[in-house]
């Protein structure tokens, strides 16, 4: 239902979009050569592993590539077609847009920001782009059809509300790279689902980067579902400050996130990761690209190092059914809602040892979470005790196939590996690998992260033994009994 905020607002763009409409159209009609919209996005599902490929050239052709509308305004050789200070009805709204208070603090430049020029309130460079946008977006979404008052008032709608909302509703969406998931989507609490991106939010989203940080557009691509949080507001200050804020990666809930990205590699064993953090308005929007979407973004590069080679052109990727997501739901919901530090500070690490690229620090990462999860700030040669509640802890684990002994020993070589990592033994590739007792050598990290996730499942579904003494006194000392 339209619940306009400034009705004189309205009624002066409602005449300029609809004149300026019907003065596109016009000039549609005399061209004989329309311009089509450059880096217009397309999909492709041509990879083997039937990972999206989201094509943004610079130039677009093709049958669902739409008109350039915007070239309509742009002077060129001293000509345009369509000159919006022109149009009927743009004085009264341009008189407007400058007298009204509201408006002009809200479109006021700050100090430091990047715009055409620093002024006290909106610029008439800007007044023209919001008339321009609102006839283009139009278009867009209308092409040929005649112009119709409710089809503006959605746009309008949109366009008010960033305006006038003090709290503006979002949602994020996090893309989740390389990973299928058998169902279109799966709520994971009240408010965080993944979700099925569709054709439309796949385009949006592609060119929504962070210039600084570079990803290789074969992993930006490579995501069939996303992370999503709803019901979340953002205070809104001004314009300007949009578009800012959603370009900082800690403007996103990246404790729910890394959470949840933790929480497939601890329940599934999957590796997984996200190179972009996204916005989607909720019934409001600051701007408007073609028919696209209007959601905000950045990138950001947290991810696994090895999915910058070549992991796109890997056959397949793996798949999480129906029945792990219940077993994903239930882990994540303990660890997103458990307020002990050790289990954080472990998740962390642990999220760590998957991003560096150095297996060093990886190692190091290992050997600091389990300390955290299997000792209680205790001084002096703790190895040999850590490897003992490791070892009696992971009794009651599903996840791991080894005896007790096996573990203990396994402890004992990962740390062995991690000492001679830190003094620069000549002997630390030695012991990248240890041999298992079926006679298969394993990586150490690779044993160490394992034993990680079966210990911070087991102590989620057991808390008590976040306390370590309680490990030495039910499940130690009951052996000696």
């Keep these: 239902?339209?619940?306009?905020?400034?009705?004189?607002?309205?009624?002066?763009?409602?005449?300029?979009?609809?004149?300026?409409?019907?003065?596109?159209?016009?000039?549609?009609?005399?061209?004989?050569?329309?311009?089509?919209?450059?880096?217009?996005?397309?999909?492709?599902?041509?990879?083997?592993?039937?990972?999206?490929?989201?094509?943004?050239?610079?130039?677009?052709?093709?049958?669902?590539?739409?008109?350039?509308?915007?070239?309509?305004?742009?002077?060129?050789?001293?000509?345009?077609?369509?000159?919006?200070?022109?149009?009927s009805g743009y004085e009264e709204y341009k008189d407007y847009m400058l007298k009204s208070e509201h408006i002009s603090s809200y479109f006021k430049a700050t100090t430091g920001q990047y715009i055409e020029k620093q002024i006290e309130g909106i610029s008439e460079y800007k007044i023209q782009d919001i008339a321009q946008s609102l006839i283009q977006r139009y278009m867009y979404i209308n092409g040929d059809e005649d112009y119709n008052q409710e089809r503006f008032n959605k746009i309008y709608q949109s366009f008010e509300n960033c305006i006038y909302t003090e709290q503006l509703p979002l949602e994020i969406h996090v893309p989740i790279l390389f990973t299928h998931f058998d169902f279109e989507?799966?709520?994971?609490?009240?408010?965080?689902?993944?979700?099925?991106?569709?054709?439309?939010?796949?385009?949006?989203?592609?060119?929504?980067?962070?210039?600084?940080?570079?990803?290789?557009?074969?992993?930006?691509?490579?995501?069939?579902?996303?992370?999503?949080?709803?019901?979340?507001?953002?205070?809104?200050?001004?314009?300007?400050?949009?578009?800012?804020?959603?370009?900082?990666?800690?403007?996103?809930?990246?404790?729910?996130?890394?959470?949840?990205?933790?929480?497939?590699?601890?329940?599934?064993?999957?590796?997984?990761?996200?190179?972009?953090?996204?916005?989607?308005?909720?019934?409001?929007?600051?701007?408007?690209?073609?028919?696209?979407?209007?959601?905000?973004?950045?990138?950001?590069?947290?991810?696994?190092?090895?999915?910058?080679i070549d992991y796109w052109a890997y056959p397949t990727?793996?798949?999480?059914?129906?029945?792990?997501?219940?077993?994903?739901?239930?882990?994540?919901?303990?660890?997103?809602?458990?307020?002990?530090?050790?289990?954080?500070?472990?998740s962390r690490r642990l999220h760590q040892c998957y991003m560096r690229e150095d297996e060093a620090d990886s190692i190091l990462d290992a050997t600091i979470a389990m300390e955290a999860l299997m000792t209680d700030g205790e001084h002096g040669e703790l190895t040999h005790k850590l490897a003992l509640r490791m070892a009696a802890l992971l009794k009651l684990s599903t996840e791991v196939n080894m005896d007790t002994i096996e573990v203990f020993k396994a402890v004992k070589q990962i740390y062995a590996y991690r000492s001679s990592v830190v003094h620069g033994s000549t002997k630390a590739s030695s012991k990248r690998e240890i041999k298992l007792p079926s006679g298969e050598p394993i990586p150490t990290l690779e044993l160490a992260i394992k034993l990680i996730q079966a210990s911070i499942q087991v102590l989620i579904d057991n808390p008590k033994y976040l306390n370590a003494k309680k490990i030495d006194e039910e499940l130690l000392l009951q052996d000696e009994r």
């Design 1 to 87: 239902m339209l619940k306009i905020k400034d009705e004189f607002l309205h009624h002066l763009l409602s005449t300029v979009v609809e004149n300026g409409v019907k003065r596109v159209k016009e000039v549609v009609s005399q061209k004989l050569y329309l311009s089509t919209y450059p880096k217009y996005p397309r999909i492709y599902y041509v990879k083997p592993n039937r990972m999206p490929s989201i094509e943004s050239s610079l130039t677009s052709y093709g049958d669902n590539v739409p008109i350039y509308y915007e070239t309509f305004f742009t002077k060129y050789k001293d000509k345009q077609d369509t000159d919006i200070t022109q149009i």
């Design 185 to 308: 989507e799966y709520q994971l609490t009240d408010r965080i689902s993944i979700v099925k991106m569709d054709e439309d939010f796949q385009k949006s989203r592609i060119d929504k980067t962070y210039y600084p940080i570079q990803i290789p557009s074969t992993v930006l691509e490579s995501a069939t579902h996303a992370f999503v949080m709803k019901g979340l507001e953002f205070r809104n200050a001004s314009y300007y400050m949009i578009s800012k804020v959603f370009s900082k990666p800690q403007s996103y809930a990246q404790f729910e996130i890394n959470t949840f990205i933790n929480t497939l590699r601890v329940a599934t064993n999957i590796n997984t990761g996200y190179a972009q953090l996204l916005a989607k308005p909720v019934l409001w929007a600051p701007s408007y690209e073609a028919d696209l979407m209007p959601l905000l973004g950045t990138t950001i590069k947290n991810y696994p190092s090895y999915f910058d």
């Design 317 to 346: 990727c793996p798949q999480v059914t129906l029945k792990e997501m219940e077993k994903v739901k239930e882990v994540f919901n303990k660890l997103v809602t458990t307020e002990d530090k050790k289990i954080h500070l472990a």
